[in-house]
């Protein structure tokens, strides 16, 4: 098993964000993380990824509990733009080359080129959606198991989001795995393999997405819907 969560607690003084989360993943998976904003699933990637100590519970990856030798397992897609302003693409291109060893460094200059992102150009000058564009080649070109996007389409338009999410699609492969926290969810669900929404902290529902729309008739987002309105 890739990733097994067990009876994860996290708590922020006394604000309770993840109240009892179970689950787990196999590779070669691409999950839909959903829930409005404030559910926790933010939270529950940084839980994963190992930059948030949960308050009780465990998180295991490859079998082994998280810590930092589990994160070069991990690839992290954060919802917060990461680099340094003044950084030029290729200084980015340079930091990832030397801090990740999985790195790809052809594969990143490939898929910058194919989304017509120059090397020269300053983050600074970067619109918010192509920093997304460029923040998403720059995971895609880690040889990791676990990938975690949060997030990952809000800034961008519809067209570039279809290119990114081909992008996903032809990086998928048997011994990877997406988990794709989005409030896009009619562009991407058209992804997801199983689906699992979050409300208040909570596991409300989970499923693999194909028997949620068998058993509901409705589309992933029109499910959602009602969930999130009770």
């Excluded at 917060?80 to 200059?109: G, H, Q």
């Amino acid at each position: 098993m890739l990733l097994e969560v067990k009876n994860l607690f996290k708590r922020y003084g006394k604000k309770e964000v993840l109240k009892d989360i179970s689950f787990s993943v196999d590779k070669g998976k691409i999950i839909g993380l959903i829930g409005e904003n404030g559910s926790g699933k933010t939270t529950l990637l940084k839980v994963i990824a190992g930059f948030s100590r949960p308050t009780s519970g465990k998180v295991f990856i490859n079998g082994k509990e998280v810590n930092v030798e589990t994160r070069k397992y991990i690839a992290l897609l954060p919802d917060t733009i990461i680099f340094p302003r003044w950084m030029k693409v290729k200084d980015a291109l340079c930091f990832y080359s030397e801090f990740f060893d999985d790195f790809i460094l052809e594969k990143a200059n490939s898929i910058l080129d194919s989304l017509n992102i120059s090397k020269n150009m300053k983050i600074h000058d970067l619109s918010r959606g192509t920093i997304e564009k460029f923040s998403l080649a720059l995971l895609l070109s880690r040889d990791a198991n676990l990938y975690l996007l949060d997030e990952p389409l809000a800034y961008v338009d519809p067209l570039s989001r279809e290119t990114l999410v081909d992008l996903i699609l032809k990086n998928m492969s048997n011994d990877r795995t997406f988990i794709i926290s989005t409030n896009i969810i009619s562009e991407v669900e058209h992804l997801f393999d199983e689906i699992i929404i979050l409300k208040e902290g909570k596991i409300v529902y989970m499923d693999l997405a194909e028997n949620l729309r068998e058993k509901s008739g409705l589309s992933v987002n029109q499910f959602f819907k009602g969930v999130d309105q009770k």
